[in-house]
């Protein structure tokens, strides 16, 4: 019998977790459960006390170099007392482990657990320690540099579009509609305006929070360099589709962007690029779903593509209202 090799892999919780507590010197009675499969898989190595989070990278997804430039970001955070979820060393002083699986290298490292759960429908309180949170790592990622990618219009918008051209005709007007919006975007358009880097994921489902409103944002995995209003706009953009209502919108991005330049201060250039720059980190995430069809074949379908793009329309749509709502004042515009 033929014996094939493998593209992906889902490997034994119950080896890895007694891989990872020799390598951690823990006590026998920790316990590894396998929590999501996914870009990457995450598992949770606990007792009845203590908890960890152990990443799984996917096979060729991530640089060993570039998690390590992820754990040196981390590694400041926590220095500076902000509340990010750390990366844990080994009895030898190592952040990351390698697996020999069946399809090649993969990569593990051991993060703390953020105590608190995943609020979707936040209120305006929450929204507003969410906005200081980011503005101090931002505040403090000001002007460095790290040795990931830099997102631009390039990584942001040609790229993402050359990976659905493999699995969507060009005269979809979805796709006209995603290589329209690279044409009238430019690098030029962020010029002189905050740049450091970016975390790019920032919204519900990579922080927790506690009844306390104690916030913990996790999962870097696309940190890099970039303009920080994308952070920004990010989750102002997740918050407009999360809230149906948009005067609850309005309200909770409001006390978010209070919360933020209580800690920096944001220019009305940079507020003024939150649509656009909102569009493009969508854009970039649906690349992502093209990039990784062996993670997202499920739903990468041309169904899912109008949905995706009508989003992203919606979004725009609603700033370029002349009744819409302002997002640099909060002032209904005439």
């Not at 579009?161 to 979809?172: A, T």
Request: with cysteine; net charge neutral; glycine share 6%.
């Amino acid at each position: 019998m033929t014996v094939f090799p493998v593209t992906a892999s889902t490997i034994s919780e119950k080896e890895l977790g007694e891989f990872v507590k020799d390598r951690y010197e823990l006590d026998k009675n920790y316990d590894c459960k396998l929590f999501r499969t996914g870009m990457n898989h995450t598992y949770f190595l606990s007792d009845n006390e203590t908890k960890y989070v152990l990443r799984v990278y996917s096979h060729n997804w991530r640089l060993k170099s570039e998690i390590n430039e992820e754990i040196e970001l981390l590694n400041l955070l926590s220095k500076n007392n902000l509340s990010v979820s750390f990366p844990i060393k080994d009895r030898n002083g190592e952040f990351i482990q390698e697996i020999n699986a069946p399809e090649g290298i993969r990569y593990v490292v051991v993060f703390s657990f953020a105590k608190g759960g995943k609020i979707r429908f936040m209120n305006k309180e929450t929204c507003y320690e969410i906005g200081s949170l980011m503005a101090k790592i931002h505040k403090l990622t000001l002007n460095k540099k790290i040795d990931r990618i830099c997102y631009s219009k390039k990584s942001l918008l040609e790229q993402p579009y050359e990976y659905l051209k493999q699995f969507f005709s060009e005269k979809l007007s979805e796709m006209k509609f995603i290589k329209e919006i690279g044409e009238t975007f430019q690098n030029s358009d962020f010029d002189n305006i905050q740049y450091g880097v970016v975390h790019m994921d920032i919204w519900y489902d990579n922080m927790a929070i506690t009844n306390e409103n104690e916030i913990t944002i996790f999962d870097f995995d696309f940190c890099g360099n970039g303009w920080q209003i994308l952070d920004v706009a990010y989750f102002c953009k997740q918050l407009f589709f999360i809230e149906s209502d948009k005067k609850q919108y309005e309200l909770k991005v409001q006390n978010f962007l209070k919360g933020y330049q209580k800690i920096k201060e944001l220019s009305d250039k940079e507020l003024k690029l939150i649509p656009k720059a909102g569009a493009s980190v969508f854009v970039f995430y649906l690349g992502v779903q093209a990039q990784r069809f062996d993670w997202s074949n499920i739903f990468l379908t041309e169904n899912y593509l109008k949905m995706f793009v009508g989003r992203i329309k919606s979004w725009i749509d609603y700033y370029e209202t002349p009744t819409g709502t302002s997002i640099s004042t909060g002032i209904v515009q005439e």
